[in-house]
């Protein structure tokens, strides 16, 4: 493969050569190529302006708008590096994000940051016009960095991945020479949160020249929504989750849409029904590894990951390093991330040298146990650690059970994926008490959600005497109990407006016949993606704008709509 053009270049010859090509369709604008490069041009001017250079860092914190692609292509073009800060996240972690990375500045359209600690905070609209007309791209070599990511961290600690400007150019090319972006231009429709590494190959489309349509909150949950914005603006490209597809997919077909599914394993009947005519793609690849590493056309009867891009090279080692047909799956090649930044123990754990390479590179140990198929293609079988993947998004299981032994009451505690009563996949947490005391889920899930972003926040809570423990004193996570149905309480009928309309709504999303005012959005089955069906439905009924967190904050219908109410009338958001 040919040496990738760097994004920022290949972004502004799009802008010279198309510029009244529409370059985002947003809830809150629409912006052309020419208006995207004058827009990302006078916001890097004013980063450059405050002494922002090449290889700086820069917080991003932005809803779903325009800035969401405004923002990193800014940094970029100031020579910087972006860190994806999610407003939806708890403060206490967007605090540790913003001192861990050692930020510059933060550009926002989120107003004030209390987390931001004394950093510059700019808005998305500038004012610096004499900066902007002497504003030059500054040149980035392909091994400077082109953003820092936090994952789950083992340590309880989340971890910033950083990746170079060459590594992304890398992927795109990768994916274009192996036609899962084909020539022309594209309509996308743009799903990922800025801090999953997904949204990376989806925002960089906008610098080949394709057209990025960003979906709303609303629009994400509601498949009518969804249905009717895809159609307006005529996408042909979408990006999601297994999981979110399940959610969403069933009323999306038949308008040749090309699907790109990710961040998790295809399910086997998912992946059946796909292969009977859909033009839908499996990608796969770690954070480490620049988003995607494998693909595959989505075909046959049997879920796999397919073959590396072009500038990927796969190992599949036995514990010894040697080649087997069935191991490790380690990854190689200009792809592989700098490391975990700050952080030398851990990248030296993870960041390994690449035996079989001449020019003395690395390669990532993924975790991940593959089996190469006769065709060569990889197929994925599971976890060599307790990292596992919940809607998309790693977690380490380890953060989870550190902030549960935080709790005052809990002695001990231990996270595993489990299978929840409508087949579901859910985290669960189990939890010992200490002698004479208890603790409620709804307490537990609150202690969690004070500092884990919703994803991370287990969706069932177990309390057990002890922890069963094998014969060598670990943790018998086979022997820990199922998470079974809660069985629905004689509580009251929901009464007034709010309780009723969310009763209505509970029931609705989560298949359920009735739902009294007592019960508990996730004893009922409830998880992030489901939450934010329920707040869309709420504001788009009522007008009143809740955040999904605060179905973590009040799990309990009576709660809920108490807050809600609050909301309405003017107090504590």
Same mark, same amino acid.
């Given at each position: 493969?040919?040496?990738?053009?760097?994004?920022?270049?290949?972004?502004?010859?799009? @802008?010279?050569?198309?510029?009244?090509?529409?370059?985002?369709?947003?809830?809150?604008?629409?912006?052309?190529?020419?208006?995207?490069?004058?827009?990302?041009?006078?916001? #890097?001017?004013? +980063?450059?302006?405050?002494?922002?250079?090449?290889?700086?860092?820069?917080?991003? &914190?932005?809803?779903?708008?325009?800035?969401?692609?405004?923002?990193?292509?800014?940094?970029?073009?100031?020579?910087?590096?972006?860190?994806?800060?999610?407003?939806?996240?708890?403060?206490?972690?967007?605090?540790? $994000?913003?001192?861990?990375?050692?930020?510059?500045?933060?550009?926002?359209?989120?107003?004030?940051?209390?987390?931001?600690?004394?950093?510059?905070?700019?808005?998305?609209?500038?004012?610096?016009?004499?900066?902007?007309?002497?504003?030059?791209?500054?040149?980035?070599?392909?091994?400077?960095?082109?953003?820092?990511?936090?994952?789950?961290? &083992?340590?309880?600690?989340?971890?910033?991945?950083?990746?170079?400007?060459?590594?992304?150019?890398?992927?795109?090319?990768?994916?274009?020479?192996?036609?899962?972006?084909?020539?022309?231009?594209?309509?996308?429709?743009?799903? @990922?949160?800025?801090?999953?590494?997904?949204?990376?190959?989806?925002?960089?489309?906008?610098?080949?020249?394709?057209?990025?349509?960003?979906?709303?909150?609303?629009?994400?949950?509601?498949?009518?929504? =969804?249905?009717?914005?895809?159609?307006?603006?005529?996408?042909?490209?979408?990006?999601?989750?297994?999981?979110?597809?399940?959610?969403?997919?069933?009323?999306?077909?038949?308008?040749?849409?090309?699907?790109?599914?990710?961040?998790?394993?295809?399910?086997?009947?998912?992946?059946?029904?796909?292969?009977? *005519?859909?033009?839908?793609?499996?990608?796969?690849?770690?954070?480490?590894?620049?988003?995607?590493? $494998?693909?595959?056309?989505?075909?046959?009867?049997?879920?796999?990951?397919?073959?590396? +891009?072009?500038?990927?090279? #796969?190992?599949?080692?036995?514990?010894?390093?040697?080649?087997?047909?069935?191991?490790? +799956?380690? =990854?190689?090649?200009?792809?592989?991330?700098?490391?975990?930044?700050?952080?030398?123990?851990? $990248?030296?754990?993870?960041?390994?040298?690449?035996?079989?390479?001449?020019?003395?590179?690395?390669?990532?140990?993924?975790?991940?146990?593959?089996?190469?198929?006769?065709?060569?293609?990889?197929?994925?079988?599971?976890? $060599?650690?307790?990292?596992?993947?919940?809607?998309?998004?790693?977690?380490?299981?380890?953060?989870?059970?550190?902030?549960?032994?935080?709790?005052?009451? !809990?002695? @001990?505690?231990?996270? #595993?994926?489990?299978?929840?009563?409508?087949?579901?996949?859910?985290?669960?947490?189990?939890?010992?008490?200490?002698?004479?005391?208890?603790?409620?889920?709804?307490?537990?899930?609150?202690?969690?959600?004070?500092?884990?972003?919703?994803?991370?926040?287990?969706?069932?809570?177990?309390?057990?005497?002890?922890?069963?423990?094998?014969?060598?004193?670990?943790?018998?996570?086979?022997?820990?109990?199922? !998470?079974?149905?809660?069985?629905?309480?004689?509580?009251?009928?929901?009464?007034?407006? =709010?309780?009723?309309?969310?009763?209505?709504?509970?029931?609705?999303?989560?298949?359920?016949?009735?739902?009294?005012?007592?019960?508990?959005?996730?004893?009922?089955?409830?998880?992030?993606? !489901?939450?934010?069906?329920?707040? #869309?439905?709420?504001?788009?009924?009522?007008?009143? !704008?809740?955040?999904?967190?605060?179905?973590?904050?009040?799990?309990?219908?009576?709660?809920?709509?108490?807050?809600?109410?609050?909301?309405?009338? *003017?107090?504590?958001?």
């Amino acid at each position: 493969m040919a040496e990738p053009q760097d994004l920022v270049a290949r972004f502004l010859a799009t @802008a010279a050569t198309v510029p009244d090509r529409i370059a985002i369709h947003a809830p809150d604008a629409s912006l052309t190529f020419a208006e995207l490069s004058e827009r990302t041009a006078r916001l #890097a001017g004013r +980063l450059r302006a405050l002494g922002v250079g090449r290889g700086d860092r820069v917080g991003v &914190s932005a809803r779903r708008g325009v800035h969401w692609a405004v923002a990193p292509l800014a940094v970029w073009r100031a020579g910087a590096v972006y860190v994806p800060l999610d407003p939806a996240y708890p403060a206490d972690r967007l605090a540790f $994000t913003a001192a861990d990375a050692r930020l510059r500045a933060v550009v926002t359209d989120t107003g004030a940051l209390p987390w931001a600690d004394g950093l510059p905070v700019l808005g998305p609209e500038g004012t610096d016009e004499a900066g902007q007309d002497r504003f030059d791209d500054l040149a980035v070599g392909a091994l400077n960095a082109a953003y820092v990511i936090h994952t789950s961290g &083992s340590t309880g600690r989340p971890k910033g991945v950083e990746v170079t400007r060459g590594a992304v150019s890398a992927l795109v090319a990768g994916l274009e020479e192996r036609g899962v972006y084909p020539a022309g231009h594209r309509v996308v429709g743009w799903n @990922a949160s800025l801090s999953f590494d997904a949204s990376v190959q989806q925002w960089v489309r906008v610098c080949r020249g394709d057209t990025l349509v960003l979906l709303s909150d609303d629009d994400r949950t509601d498949p009518a929504r =969804l249905a009717a914005l895809l159609d307006e603006h005529a996408v042909t490209d979408v990006d999601f989750t297994p999981s979110h597809w399940q959610l969403v997919g069933s009323r999306l077909g038949g308008r040749g849409l090309r699907l790109l599914l990710g961040g998790e394993p295809v399910p086997q009947r998912m992946w059946r029904s796909l292969a009977e *005519g859909e033009d839908a793609w499996n990608l796969y690849g770690p954070t480490e590894c620049t988003v995607d590493a $494998t693909v595959t056309p989505i075909s046959g009867s049997v879920p796999h990951i397919g073959r590396p +891009l072009a500038h990927i090279r #796969a190992h599949v080692l036995d514990e010894t390093l040697a080649p087997a047909d069935t191991g490790e +799956l380690y =990854l190689a090649g200009p792809a592989v991330a700098v490391g975990y930044a700050g952080r030398p123990g851990p $990248t030296a754990e993870r960041f390994v040298a690449d035996p079989f390479a001449a020019d003395g590179g690395r390669m990532y140990r993924t975790g991940d146990r593959v089996r190469r198929l006769p065709d060569g293609t990889l197929e994925f079988l599971g976890r $060599t650690d307790r990292q596992i993947k919940v809607r998309g998004f790693r977690v380490e299981l380890g953060e989870v059970e550190d902030r549960l032994r935080e709790h005052p009451r !809990v002695t @001990a505690a231990v996270a #595993a994926l489990r299978t929840g009563p409508d087949g579901d996949t859910l985290l669960a947490a189990y939890c010992v008490v200490a002698p004479d005391t208890s603790v409620s889920d709804e307490e537990l899930r609150a202690h969690c959600a004070a500092t884990l972003p919703g994803h991370v926040v287990p969706s069932a809570f177990v309390t057990l005497p002890a922890l069963p423990l094998t014969p060598g004193g670990k943790v018998d996570t086979a022997a820990l109990p199922d !998470v079974t149905a809660v069985a629905t309480p004689e509580g009251r009928a929901p009464q007034g407006e =709010l309780e009723q309309l969310i009763a209505e709504v509970w029931a609705e999303v989560l298949g359920r016949g009735s739902v009294h005012a007592d019960e508990n959005f996730f004893a009922l089955g409830g998880h992030s993606l !489901v939450a934010l069906r329920v707040v #869309a439905r709420l504001k788009r009924a009522t007008g009143i !704008v809740l955040p999904t967190k605060d179905v973590y904050r009040f799990p309990r219908l009576s709660d809920l709509a108490r807050h809600a109410e609050s909301v309405r009338a *003017g107090g504590a958001s």
